[in-house]
């Protein structure tokens, strides 16, 4: 028996779960969990589900009349290798070496393909994880170069995701472009509030009495799309502005790395600038 997971997507109208129940069970299938939303709102259907199949169950086959049926836009993951991951990143390495942990401890299922990066400040502790580095730095007379260098790297490299864990450069619109849904970024804010840079500074000039990091995927605009997951932790006016930092540090690698476990475990489904995620 495989395990396998489906995620579903299509409007909302009666009889969507009993038609993949019951497509499931045809093919000798097990439901192990389900979980599903509907979005009122949207007039939209959305469900995860779990199950084990026989090998060689025609999953696809089965499914196709009742996609057509109900208009539904699906997903099929089967277990395999280890999903291909790029990190990006520039000086700050607290969510880099968070991640390269979590991946060393088996926390996170992934296999980080290289770090890229605009500064080699931490070639030597991703060398240490024995991850390959590169450094793409920019030119002050041709920063687009760059930017193009990097998209080529990531591109080639054929990976399954690219997290930026503190990458500060805006990607261009063609690279986000290849990857829909599949650049996951850490804010150091609670967005959609303190967007743009120095938010820890932004925050202290407010007198916050919270401060949050956002994980979401990458978007044309700016730190404005679909938020993955968010936390925040309590401040307050005996804090300045190293504290926050201090303090925002800590939530940017949990957020980050929740974020990124919730993706690889096809956890999220993203739809206009909204995401639910079956956790």
């Known amino acids: 028996m495989t395990q396998t997971v489906l995620l579903l997507r299509c409007p909302d109208r009666p009889g969507i779960v009993a038609a993949v129940g019951q497509t499931i069970a045809a093919l000798g299938g097990n439901i ?8 009122r709102v949207h007039d939209l259907f959305l469900q995860r589900v779990e199950a084990t199949f026989p ?10 009349p009742v996609a057509a049926a109900y208009d539904m836009t699906w997903e099929i993951h089967r277990p395999g290798p280890s999903p291909r991951i790029a990190v990006l ?18 926390e996170l299922d992934a296999d980080i393909q290289f770090v890229a990066s605009n500064h080699d400040d931490h ?9 390959d580095f590169h450094l793409l730095p920019v030119a002050p007379d041709d920063p687009s170069r760059q930017s193009a260098d990097m998209h080529a790297l990531v591109r080639d490299a054929d990976v399954d995701l690219v997290v930026l864990a503190r990458y500060m450069r805006i990607l261009p619109e063609a690279f986000i472009a290849d990857f829909p849904n599949r650049i996951i970024n850490i804010h150091h804010s609670f967005l959609p509030a303190f967007v743009g840079a120095k938010p820890y500074h932004q925050a202290y000039e407010r007198g916050v009495k919270l401060i949050g990091a956002t994980a979401h995927y990458a978007t044309g605009e700016l730190d404005q799309g679909p938020i993955i ?3 925040v932790t309590p401040v307050s006016h005996r804090h300045e502005v190293t504290d926050l930092i201090r303090l925002g540090t800590d939530l940017e690698k949990s957020v980050l790395a929740r974020a990124v476990r919730l ?6 489904l993203a739809y206009g600038n909204r995401t639910v995620v079956f956790d």
């Not at 192990?32 to 979005?39: C, G, L």
């Not at 090998?55 to 196709?64: F, V």
């Not at 990143?89 to 088996?106: F, N, P, T, Y």
């Open 229 to 231: 997951h968010q936390d």
């Open 123 to 131: 070639e030597a502790l991703v060398a240490r994880h024995g991850v």
């Open 55 to 64: 090998d060689g169950a025609d999953i696809e086959a089965a499914m196709r």
């Open 89 to 106: 990143c520039s000086k700050q390495g607290h969510c880099l070496a968070d991640l390269l942990s979590r991946v060393d401890l088996g």
């Open 263 to 268: 993706h690889l475990e096809h956890r999220v």
């Open 32 to 39: 192990i969990h389900a979980d599903q939303h509907t979005d």
